[in-house]
């Protein structure tokens, strides 16, 4: 059997030309075999052609014709480090076809920055800031252009120069990334085209790598580079610091150590001699500020104010609380005040005296002279008076500052100028204020109270009138005549049967009056028959509270209230869940302890019987009864001493010092000479404290004139403070 490949022609079997036999192969007579087109194109041309992983030996863009066959197999590219969307396309060979890879190239990353990764180095210690150019090196293969990061700012396209300026910049570390990248070509170029009857299929582009028109592809594990500019330590260079005050003169202080020099004064030096804690020290003058911090490291120039406190005016004539009597008749007249001037602190300029009548809320004040120690009062009637005269010393002004420059630092003063200086005025005075009272003689003055009781409409009662809760043996009407303390009292009327409203009146005896008690029968039906309601003090200072019923028939219980008045309307319900009612024929008795009551305080009480239908009828008058007993003492929660007051005093007379000393503390308060000599010592404990010297030592002698000086010493204080005994 002889096969023939398809479209093979006629084959010759004899030699014998006149014997040949011809046999038709299978092809004769049928239609040719059918060859198709397949397109390979990219974006980037010349790129390599493998099918089924074999190299064609051609390269893009290309169209393969044939068979099916001969045409059909997996075709991908190759060239150089692009990456190819498809990464590979199976062609079936059985339809005229055109595949578009699109390639991506992806650049190496920038080398050799400058300044280098990693640099140091160093600028002039007054250097300003500038610009510094950066530079890189492009990588081997392909870059269309470069991207910059800047610390972390946006990054900035540079397109394909190798450099880039920074912005001003001086001492500090610094990063920067360049990333290098390419634009890949457009897309799809034409398709290869032939003029054939079959079918042509053309790829869509590939959506995932394109950037308007084109692709970027950047270099991967692009490094940060860093570099770092520091500053050079300045020279060393001298400062200057000028030292003013008010009071030309006084010492400059520099770490507690004198310098030698006193204001005004300009200290020069480097700043490790001339830094430091400056203040000005002048005798019995407070500063402020009270010391200056100079660090040294600019020019400046401080002012220190300085204020001086003079001593206090003492032995006010009239002295503290006198009580001057006026003859009946005598018309108001001035008096001529009086005091001592300060025998402690600088000369005074002046005094300023504040003078006040009733009370001291708007004193008037008065400039006096240094020498004055008397001043006269406006005419006088009964009244009460207030008075105080304050030494003071205005301090001089603030000297000139120095022009302003650069690098001056100015030291702000407190705000305390009046006037042209600052004033310096005498300590706070114990009291303070000196008081004295002005009474005209008189006989005592007598006033008088009617007391009334009658209905709602008028009906007079006649019902027994109590005073103090005692029976006056009076009945209403009367009127009582007497003086304030014989006639003043709390009053309430008592009839059998009736309710009066108020139920109590309470009278000061300093106005003549008339009061009315209105009353109202009681309803005879009530179910309920008392005896008595009563309080009482317990051994504790409780207050027990105790009614006696005779009867109870229909009653729901009882309701108790209390007040710190005798006005009803103001009292409040001290028991909030009802007492409840026996409701027997028999006597009940009932208590009730109140133990939120507070000594020295008055309380009213009264009682109240409901009925089973919630009617509520309130039992005769109320009751009080005044907690007493002993209030602990307030054990303070400092140790404080007071001033001496008064402070001189005479060699006849005393003075008292007040001590407060927090618990669990004990102590002393001992007197001392000018020598330092202890002549008199004081124990004192927890507590409040009022010691009274008469100028005497241990043993009863007498201490002469002169300074002396007082001390508590306690575990939390040691406090030492001066006094004067004058002739």
Request: hydrophobic content about 35%; glycine content about 8%; aromatic content about 12%.
């Amino acid at each position: 059997m002889i096969v023939l490949p398809p479209g093979g022609g006629p084959i010759i079997i004899h030699d014998d030309p006149a014997e040949w036999m011809v046999v038709n192969g299978p092809g004769d007579g049928e239609p040719p075999v059918e060859e198709f087109n397949f397109t390979v194109q990219s974006n980037y041309n010349g790129a390599a052609i493998y099918k089924n992983n074999v190299d064609t030996g051609e390269v893009t863009p290309h169209m393969f014709t044939g068979t099916t066959d001969a045409i059909a197999g997996v075709y991908t590219l190759q060239l150089g480090n692009i990456t190819w969307f498809p990464e590979s396309y199976n062609y079936d060979g059985l339809t005229d076809q055109t595949v578009t890879f699109q390639g991506t190239d992806t650049p190496g990353v920038a080398i050799n920055p400058t300044p280098a990764d990693g640099a140091t180095f160093e600028i002039a210690h007054d250097a300003l800031a500038t610009t510094y150019n950066l530079s890189w090196e492009a990588p081997a293969g392909n870059v269309t252009g470069y991207r910059l990061t800047w610390l972390d700012n946006p990054e900035v396209d540079l397109g394909d120069v190798l450099t880039w300026t920074t912005p001003e910049i001086a001492e500090g570390t610094y990063t920067w990334k360049v990333v290098p990248y390419i634009t890949d070509p457009i897309l799809a170029p034409a398709p290869l085209g032939r003029s054939t009857g079959g079918l042509q299929v053309e790829l869509a582009p590939i959506k995932a790598s394109i950037s308007s028109s084109q692709a970027k592809g950047d270099a991967v594990g692009a490094p940060v580079w860093t570099f770092t500019i520091t500053r050079q330590d300045a020279p060393p260079q001298e400062f200057n610091l000028t030292v003013k005050s008010n009071y030309v003169g006084s010492a400059i202080y520099k770490d507690n150590v004198d310098t030698g020099q006193v204001t005004p004064w300009t200290f020069s030096g480097f700043t490790a001699d001339i830094a430091g804690v400056y203040k000005v020290v002048r005798a019995e003058t407070d500063w402020a500020p009270a010391d200056y911090t100079y660090n040294g490291l600019a020019d400046a120039e401080v002012v220190f104010m300085g204020t001086m406190t003079p001593g206090q005016a003492w032995d006010p004539v009239p002295q503290h609380d006198t009580i001057i009597t006026l003859a009946s008749g005598v018309d108001p007249k001035p008096w001529t005040l009086r005091w001592q001037h300060p025998t402690t602190g600088p000369a005074h300029e002046g005094y300023r005296l504040y003078w006040c009548e009733d009370n001291t809320d708007n004193p008037t004040i008065y400039n006096l002279g240094a020498d004055v120690t008397t001043w006269e009062t406006p005419a006088l009637d009964a009244g009460h008076y207030y008075w105080k005269v304050v030494a003071y010393i205005t301090d001089p002004p603030a000297p000139a500052k120095a022009a302003k420059s650069g690098n001056v630092i100015e030291t702000a003063v407190k705000a305390s100028l009046i006037g042209p200086g600052i004033k310096g005025d005498a300590p706070g005075y114990t009291p303070e204020y000196w008081h004295f009272e002005v009474q005209h003689e008189a006989g005592p003055a007598t006033y008088s109270l009617t007391v009334v009781a009658m209905t709602s409409t008028s009906q007079l009662l006649t019902a027994a009138i109590y005073k103090d809760n005692v029976d006056t043996g009076q009945t209403t009407i009367h009127t009582f005549n007497d003086i304030t303390a014989n006639v003043a009292g709390t009053y309430h009327v008592v009839l059998d049967g009736w309710t009066f409203d108020p139920a109590n009146f309470v009278y000061d005896g300093t106005y003549n009056h008339t009061v009315t008690f209105i009353g109202t029968e009681d309803d005879p039906t009530l179910p309920v028959e008392l005896s008595s309601f009563t309080a009482t003090l317990t051994a504790q200072n409780f207050v027990k509270l105790t009614w006696v019923s005779q009867t109870e028939t229909g009653m729901w219980g009882y309701r108790v209230y209390r007040g710190e008045s005798p006005d009803q309307a103001s009292a409040l319900l001290l028991t909030p869940t009802l007492i409840p009612a026996t409701n027997t024929s028999t006597t009940q008795v009932y208590n009730l302890e109140d133990r939120e009551v507070e000594i020295g305080t008055t309380y009213w009480y009264w009682l109240e019987a409901v009925e089973m239908t919630g009617v509520g009828q309130f039992y005769g008058q109320p009751v009080s009864v005044t907690v007493e007993g002993e209030l602990p003492p307030v054990i303070p929660t400092e140790t404080i001493m007071g001033n001496a007051y008064p402070n001189p005093f005479k060699q006849t007379a005393s003075t008292s010092i007040d001590v407060s000393i927090k618990a669990g503390e004990n102590g002393t308060v001992t007197i001392y000479n000018i020598l330092g000599q202890a002549v008199k010592t004081f124990r004192v404990n927890e507590g409040n404290h009022k010691l009274t010297w008469n100028g005497k030592d241990a043993r009863g002698n007498n201490c002469g004139s002169g300074i002396y000086f007082y001390k508590l010493s306690t575990p939390s204080k040691n406090v030492t403070k001066k006094m004067v005994i004058v002739k």
